[in-house]
């Protein structure tokens, strides 16, 4: 027979281990977790001085609570707190390797992180500096500047043949021009990219005009101003030479979002078949293929 002391120790160790299992519950549910370790991919890994990279983070945080973010690193950030930035590289005399960090946080300040490498090498020196123009300015529409009440966004394709640029080197410049004298345009979060392509026509969906390949940003910025000007060139220098080879046919896309309210048209020429491809749809995966291109000129250094 069990006695009546060996009962209630028995009951004070099933009551105190339920204790432990109720402490362990209850404190998992008040728990907190950190957002998981950011992924960060970044449009080029290897870049000149002065090159802008665009780089992406994501984290899931298990709590869905709202994830907070933190660049560091050198060089310079458009912004230390988006999930998406644009990195400028820092001038460098020699080839270096610059670590970038992001840092998700919740409101409860849990946090992960984690870093990319990004190697940096000197400009190269041209030895020569030339010009190539495409096209001519036979016709005008309003794309690259096309401004809409309701959708004040763009993103436009331009395709150009190898055999019409015929030059091989670095692309440095892109210029555009205006028919007509236009009041003063500002337009803001500003991206220019560039891709070769094998294919001498564009399709409606956007990436499958890449054929695969990876666009290069070429330039970005947070606004550009295009001037009161008439059949003058407006230049877009490149913060990222392109090197281009004309073996392959050359992708120019264009892309803003937010402007002033100013349609600018530009100076372009027809086609044989679809050259061009745009949306004024944000987050627009197809546009629609026209048989018309702009009328161009291209720096080269090399």
Not at 20 to 41: H, K, R, Y
Not at 276 to 300: C, H, I, M, R
Request: charged letters at 20%; a negative charge; proline letters at 5%.
């Amino acid at each position: 027979m069990i006695s009546m002391k060996t009962l209630m120790r028995v009951k004070r160790i099933i009551v105190g281990s339920l204790g432990v299992v109720m402490l362990i519950i209850f404190g998992g549910c008040d728990g907190n977790n950190p957002p998981s370790t950011p992924e960060i991919t970044a449009s080029d890994t290897l870049v000149e001085s002065g090159a802008q990279v665009m780089l992406e983070a994501t984290s899931l945080d298990p709590d869905q609570d709202f994830v907070y973010w933190k660049w560091e690193g050198e060089g310079t950030f458009s912004s230390t707190t988006d999930y998406t930035v644009i990195w400028t590289a820092p001038e460098v005399v020699d080839t270096q390797v610059f670590t970038l960090t992001a840092t998700a946080s919740d409101k409860k300040d849990a946090s992960s992180s984690s870093s990319i490498d990004i190697t940096v090498v000197p400009k190269k020196i041209p030895t020569e500096v030339f010009e190539v123009i495409l096209g001519d300015s036979s016709d005008f529409r309003s794309p690259p500047f096309y401004y809409n009440l309701e959708e004040d966004f763009y993103r436009y394709q331009v395709l150009y043949l190898g055999s019409e640029i015929d030059s091989q080197g670095r692309i440095t410049r892109i210029s555009i021009m205006s028919p007509v004298e236009i009041l003063q345009g500002g337009y803001h979060s500003f991206a220019l990219y560039l891709v070769a392509v094998d294919a001498d026509t564009v399709v409606a969906n956007f990436e499958d005009n890449y054929g695969g390949a990876n666009p290069m940003l070429a330039l970005h910025s947070q606004s550009i101003t295009y001037p009161e000007a008439k059949d003058t060139w407006f230049d877009f220098d490149l913060s990222s030479g392109f090197d281009y080879n004309p073996t392959k046919n050359l992708l120019v896309e264009f892309y803003w979002k937010g402007s002033t309210g100013v349609t600018v048209p530009s100076w372009g020429f027809a086609t044989a078949q679809p050259r061009s491809n745009g949306s004024q749809f944000e987050d627009a995966v197809e546009g629609a293929p026209d048989n018309w291109t702009l009328y161009v000129k291209l720096g080269f250094e090399r």
